[in-house]
């Protein structure tokens, strides 16, 4: 008979199991097959079987249904302390505890494995000790309580390494690597990952490798390698798909998530977000990170009443399970949220509560752990003294069973089940009352302090609302730095200044970091004494923005305090005036340069004023005396001279400004030729002798022995051109005494080199001034009342001559103690050359009787000049005054054998005259003439189709040279 009765009970207790669980049954009847049978023979097992039974219901269940599982763990508890089995129960508390930790709920979690633990200590299984320690970690990891989680993990690799477990190492290797991840060691987590991806794979652990896999993309991500990030990830998702890891796979789907966001693509990270989601609610995950992502992703794209809503739900999320780590950040989000919606109040409690967060949060919710096991314990002592009244009620029943039949006992059976559900009923509604009536209390009390609330918010509303627009549209940057100089706050304007894309990388940055090396000392020590309560002057800093880029600012601030004159926080002001010191340093400059320029300007014009007007009123003057008809042929012949050599030196003059100009402008072409070095000095020599004959200085010449033979390559015109400038100057500066010309060979740098000089024994050169003379417009005497003329040009065009050929020029003197020019170019030795001596000019020798010549000239004087200078070879001319007329003759005359072209000309000019002259013939020759006398003026002549180039003023044997070569 006892017998029965215990059979009966187990059939009782089975179908009570099995109505509880009932609801989710349908849902696994047709997935798993184990489930059913495992279900089926549930009832029918014996007291031995069944804690198996019930554990291997849970762990099937724990791939689909976490609530189902934790019921038939907590079931399989029950039955292994109803049998006071201690590896049982341990087993059953570390199942369970694993079960709290996939659901989120840490503080249930520890509580459980607490008490594995102490069961695993008390029989001493090192071998559970070591899981539990691991999966310990683990929790405090996730708590972020890091010391605690290494601690553990540590316990347990130890043991691990000491039985040769690879599988476990790997698990430890990778736990350990992800503490190193959270404190933001990339280098030890990515050491740590990679031990663990080792062992790994060589046990063909793909769970395993799954989770290692993700790791290292988080890491990749972090150091924002993000395309390097999702290569990992995908890595990781293919692996957890071939072996259906639903958490490592929504896991996946969260970071592939994020990758695409921190990569723009806020689209595709959405989709894998939502996907995430779906996943961790697939098996009963709450997913707080990946909602607060959500509404990140919904902030960036402006859709504030989406990200709203993914927010809220995150939060609730957090709260619940403890998530101190992501709940900041959610506290952020909805800040930034109801800010950008208009909504300033709750932006203001968020944004306090973002602030606020520490361990206090933490210790209630620790507290709220210790009620929750201290209410455990005392459920645990009222289910203790319930069996035992249940083992006399079946002591009593055992006996009473011996003296009834069985219709009896099935009575008192029922009856004894109505009792339990009786008691059962009355303590739930107890335990409902208690709750209710704590609720009503926490309502009261959550009422009186909205009410609070409301009246100390509707007198801040205002001023609040006020402070906040002037704060976000400052022009100026205005940041809120703590105590221990960390950014609490900034507006728009410093995101703009400081180039920070976004609100939450300018938060929280340090504010030494703002400052550039050298002034961050000074700013970190005026920060102190703000908070010193002394004094902060606006001071001026070299600023770095986010791009590492300088610029300089003004900062000024205050310290604001509380009641009590405790700081609470610095409020830092900061003025970019990078573009108004740029502004005033370059105006500065332009100050300087336009007034040196202008006095340069006025000495230079006021010069060349005179330096024209010079020879031009010899020109006119002696050229009206001329028209006096009793002036004598020696008279006649004296100031025909002054206008000749007034002419050439206004020429001279023209000479050496456009001479400036292409050396400005680097038009100067240098023609290397072998160059007779004595026959040239001595041509020089001769020629600025025969102009000295009335003053009363002596000039002289100095070449080395036995140079008559050396020649180098140089060009003849412009070493000509430096001498002449020269020894021009030293004649011009030297009243009596001599002036001496020559050269030496010196070896420089072993090269060898030509070293000219000209020395004189003339008024000399203040020292300060020796290095003034070779600038372009610049005398030692720029005064109206100088004894010498000159425009200021010849020794600047001698300087840049000079390095043109490839040497170098200075210049030794002593005021009132004359001067010695030095200039070298480089000499290589030649054999001497047999020059032939140049051909007199004749104008006997060209007769041109039989050829024609068109000259297209519209000024009369310049057509009178050519004519008279060609005139006597007997060549035919004919005229055009413009360049219409030149295209018409050429076009009507076949006869004529060359052009003369003026370029400047009405109705058309002569590039255009010339193109169409040369498509009517292309062979005929045309020789530009014209005033226009730059470099790029030969090549416009050339590129219009003329053969050659002659500049203005006309030199007769010049012209008739350049003729012969075309008609002879």
């Not at 996907?275 to 609610?281: H, I, S």
């Not at 504010?511 to 002057?537: G, I, M, T």
């Not at 050439?648 to 456009?658: A, P």
Request: one cysteine or more.
């Amino acid at each position: 008979m006892i017998k029965q009765v215990r059979i009966w009970l187990l059939l009782l207790f089975c179908a009570f199991n099995y109505v509880g669980i009932g609801s989710s049954l349908p849902e696994f009847i047709y997935k798993r097959q184990k489930i059913d049978s495992l279900l089926k023979i549930l009832p029918l097992s014996t007291s031995d079987e069944r804690f198996n039974i019930l554990m291997g219901l849970s762990k099937q269940y724990l791939s689909f249904s976490l609530d189902s599982s934790k019921e038939y763990a907590l079931l399989a508890l029950d039955q292994a302390e109803m049998h006071q089995d201690s590896p049982d129960m341990a087993t059953a508390y570390k199942a369970i505890g694993s079960i709290y930790y996939y659901l989120g709920h840490y503080s249930e979690v520890i509580v459980y494995y607490d008490s594995s633990l102490a069961i695993y200590r008390q029989v001493g299984d090192s071998s559970g000790l070591s899981k539990v320690w691991n999966n310990m970690g683990l929790v405090f990891q996730k708590m972020g309580e890091y010391e605690k989680s290494i601690e553990y993990h540590l316990k347990s690799l130890d043991f691990k390494i000491n039985i040769a477990d690879s599988a476990g190492m790997a698990s430890s290797y990778n736990n350990i690597g992800s503490i190193y991840y959270d404190l933001e060691d990339y280098s030890k987590s990515f050491e740590y990952f990679r031990k663990a991806l080792e062992i790994a794979q060589r046990l063909d652990n793909k769970q395993t490798v799954a989770s290692i896999m993700n790791n290292l993309g988080l890491i990749s991500q972090e150091e924002g390698k993000y395309n390097e990030s999702l290569d990992y990830f995908n890595q990781s998702l293919k692996v957890g798909e071939e072996i259906n890891y639903t958490k490592g796979i929504a896991d996946n789907f969260h970071n592939i998530g994020k990758s695409y966001f921190e990569l723009g693509n806020f689209k595709t990270g959405l989709e894998y977000y939502f996907k995430a989601l779906e996943n961790y609610k697939s098996i009963g995950l709450e997913a707080s990170t990946t909602l607060n992502n959500i509404g990140q992703v919904y902030i960036d794209l402006d859709y504030y009443s989406q990200a709203k809503k993914y927010l809220l739900e995150a939060l609730e999320t957090a709260k619940e399970n403890s998530q101190f780590k992501i709940l900041r950040e959610i506290y952020q989000n909805l800040s930034v949220v109801y800010e950008r919606t208009g909504d300033y109040k709750n932006a203001h409690e968020y944004y306090i509560l973002f602030n606020s967060v520490d361990d206090s949060l933490r210790n209630q919710m620790y507290s709220s752990r210790l009620e929750d096991i201290h209410n455990k314990y005392e459920l645990e002592k009222h289910q203790e003294q319930f069996k035992m009244m249940e083992a006399q009620n079946k002591l009593k029943l055992d006996h009473e069973v011996r003296r009834r039949n069985l219709i009896m006992y099935s009575t008192l059976s029922i009856i004894l089940a109505i009792l339990i559900f009786v008691f059962i009923l009355i303590r739930l509604l107890r335990q409902k009352a208690r709750a209710n009536f704590l609720l009503k209390d926490q309502n009261e009390e959550i009422l009186k302090s909205d009410n609070i609330i409301k009246k100390i918010n509707k007198a801040l509303k205002e001023n609040e609302e006020m402070l906040r627009s002037i704060f976000d549209v400052s022009p100026y940057s205005i940041l809120v730095i703590n105590e221990e100089r960390k950014i609490t706050d900034c507006n728009h304007t410093s995101l703009k200044m400081f180039e920070t894309g976004k609100k939450r990388k300018m938060i929280m940055k340090q504010y030494d970091d703002l400052f550039a090396p050298s002034n961050a000392e000074q700013a970190v020590e005026n920060f102190r004494k703000a908070f010193e309560n002394n004094p902060v002057e606006s001071m001026r800093y070299e600023m770095l923005k986010e791009n590492g880029k300088s610029f300089h600012a003004d900062l000024s601030g205050r310290v604001l305090r509380d009641v009590n004159g405790k700081p609470i926080a610095f409020i830092a002001i900061v003025t970019d005036i990078t573009d108004r010191i740029s502004f005033i340093r370059n105006l500065q400059q332009a100050k300087t340069v336009a007034e040196s320029s202008d006095k340069l300007k006025t000495a230079f014009l006021a010069n060349m004023s005179h330096e024209i007007r010079t020879p031009m009123n010899a020109i006119i003057g002696f050229s009206n005396l001329l028209a006096d008809p009793s002036l004598s042929q020696n008279k006649r012949e004296e100031y025909l001279s002054h206008i000749i050599q007034s002419s050439n030196l206004l020429l001279n003059l023209i000479d050496d400004i456009i001479d400036i100009s292409k050396i400005e402008a680097g038009q100067i072409n240098i023609s290397n030729q072998d160059v007779q070095i004595n026959t040239l000095v001595r041509d020089i020599y001769r020629t600025f002798r025969n102009v000295n004959k009335n003053k009363n200085i002596n000039l002289n010449i100095n070449l080395p022995q036995l140079s008559d033979n050396y020649v180098c390559k140089s060009d003849p015109v412009r070493l000509r051109q430096i001498l002449s400038n020269l020894i021009g100057n030293a004649l011009k500066f030297t009243e009596k005494g001599y002036v001496e010309i020559g050269y030496t060979i010196k070896d420089i740098d072993d090269e060898s080199h030509v070293e000219f000089f000209v020395k004189d024994s003339g008024i000399g050169i203040p020292v300060d001034k020796q290095d003034l003379i070779f600038e372009r417009f610049r005398q030692v005497d720029d005064s109206r009342t100088r004894r010498f003329g000159g425009t200021g040009l010849g020794l600047s065009i001698s300087k840049r001559l000079v390095e043109l050929l490839g040497g170098s020029i200075r210049v030794v003197s002593q005021e009132g103690a004359g001067s010695e020019f030095y200039f070298t170019i480089p000499f290589k030795r030649e054999d001497l050359i047999e020059q032939e001596e140049a051909e007199p000019f004749s104008l006997t020798k060209y007769n041109w009787k039989n050829k024609t010549i068109l000259i297209a000239e519209d000024e009369n004087s310049n057509f009178e000049l050519i004519k008279a200078s060609i005139q006597k070879t007997g060549i035919k001319i004919i005229r055009a005054i413009n360049g219409e007329d030149a295209v018409e003759v050429v076009g009507k005359n076949n006869s004529i054998d060359l052009v003369l072209m003026d370029i400047r000309m009405p109705k058309m000019n002569g590039y255009d005259a010339t193109r169409s002259i040369k498509a009517i013939k292309p062979g005929l020759p045309v020789i530009s003439i014209t005033a226009y006398a730059m470099s790029e003026d030969e090549v416009k002549s050339l590129e219009a189709g003329c053969d050659r180039y002659i500049s203005k003023p006309i030199r007769p044997t010049q012209l008739l040279a350049v003729i012969e070569g075309f008609l002879d």
